[in-house]
């Protein structure tokens, strides 16, 4: 995730750089859409809270609920507002941190066929050169890295790393360049005795995995995990392309003056773990009901042990393996929790859950960034709470 002092960097720094950028998202066309179930009883309420929250500021908006009544799909706004291209739920948009529950998912794939153990100590596999310089790196096993009980300190809030990325907005980031950046920084407890969120641990999990197969971690990703599930438009950028045209864009407002800049090409780290998964609700929800509702891609043991959660870290939101534990943020009761993952980033935010108690699936992409504070971080906040009550209740 990205640290709120992005705003100010970027106000500082982006007349500067924005002439030099390389475009990466071309400009977004229509795309088709599969049929939807348009008589679900509550089509009209769900696109209601969509149309409601493209009016008050976010710029394009899809949302895919499955339930009793069978999958609803609707969207709203733009999916570029430059071309006036309307924002529809075949778009393929950034799905920031929900990348790492795919990755959780590969290692317990690899664990499941012997190549990996939660609990070996990382050193095992990652250079001394690397592990020396990041503290409980020497200490910390799979398993830590993946329920972020590893303490490593998170690179995403050093600020080196925002100067970096303005000086180098289309950078192609390699997981050894990143780690640099948690390069002799204090843990921020010690490995095992608590929980907190930290995106240097899931690149040090990535170079585990290539360690221990000797493969690319985004080729094990396309074979044991998006092609075993068809999931046939999710790309993992930048090690793999994205469709030329199909791609929503992605938008912030850098100065808070409720003025929309396109951001889609800034690279915070893509492509290492943390981030990079661009995908569209069907294939998230293919993939989060697989998981945890139909239990075909991983063994009921390894399901358990993502499930395995640690400390309260948020307002109801627990960290597992790879996955929360999500009241989003809401008086929900206490069977009313959704497993799964949400993902900021700069232009782009999405939440893909499952409600076992209730079974029900929501995922949801915007193509606007809520890492960073803005006037609408907080209209984000509520349009994710409003649907997941309209789902719910």
């Known amino acids: 995730m990205l640290k709120n002092t992005l705003?100010?960097?970027?106000?500082?720094?982006?007349?500067?750089?924005?002439?030099?950028?390389?475009?990466?998202?071309?400009?977004?066309?229509?795309?088709?859409?599969?049929?939807?179930t348009v008589n679900h009883p509550k089509a009209a309420l769900f696109q209601g809270v969509i149309d409601k929250y493209v009016q008050a500021g976010l710029p394009g908006i899809a949302v895919l609920v499955r339930d009793g009544n069978g999958t609803w799909v609707g969207s709203g706004g733009k999916a570029d507002i430059q071309k006036n291209i309307p924002l529809l739920p075949c778009h393929v948009s950034k799905t920031a941190s929900l990348t790492k529950i795919f990755i959780a998912a590969l290692a317990l794939k690899l664990v499941e066929e012997g190549v990996l153990q939660l609990d070996e100590k990382i050193t095992k596999w990652i250079p001394e050169g690397i592990t020396s310089n990041i503290k409980n790196a020497d200490v910390v096993t799979l398993r830590q890295l993946l329920n972020h009980t590893s303490g490593i300190y998170d690179f995403s809030n050093n600020d080196n790393f925002y100067l970096a990325l303005l000086n180098y907005p289309t950078k192609k980031w390699k997981q050894e360049e990143l780690l640099e950046f948690s390069y002799n920084q204090d843990p921020v407890f010690a490995a095992g005795t608590s929980s907190g969120y930290s995106n240097t641990s899931t690149v040090l999990a990535t170079m585990v995995i290539e360690a221990a197969t000797k493969r690319n971690h985004a080729a094990l990703l396309r074979e044991k995990i998006l092609n075993q599930l068809g999931l046939s438009d999710s790309y993992y950028y930048w090690q793999e392309a994205l469709p030329s045209h199909g791609v929503a864009q992605g938008y912030f407002d850098l100065y808070n003056n409720n003025t929309l800049v396109n951001v889609s090409s800034y690279n915070t780290g893509t492509g290492n773990g943390l981030n990079g998964l661009y995908s569209t609700v069907y294939d998230l929800q293919k993939f989060i009901d697989a998981l945890l509702r139909n239990k075909t891609l991983l063994s009921q043991s390894s399901i358990n042990t993502m499930l395995t959660f640690d400390d309260l870290i948020e307002n109801r939101k627990y960290l597992g393996l790879g996955l929360f534990k999500d009241y989003i943020d809401g008086n929900f009761k206490e069977n009313e929790f959704g497993y799964g993952h949400r993902g900021r980033d700069l232009g782009y935010s999405a939440d893909m859950f499952y409600f076992p108690n209730q079974d029900i699936t929501v995922t949801l992409l915007v193509n606007y960034g809520t890492n960073a504070k803005s006037n609408l971080q907080y209209t984000f906040t509520n349009f994710r709470y409003d649907i997941a009550d309209v789902a719910i209740h």
């Open 7 to 36: 705003t100010i960097l970027f106000i500082t720094s982006f007349f500067l750089l924005g002439s030099c950028q390389e475009p990466v998202i071309e400009p977004t066309q229509v795309c088709t859409v599969p049929p939807s």
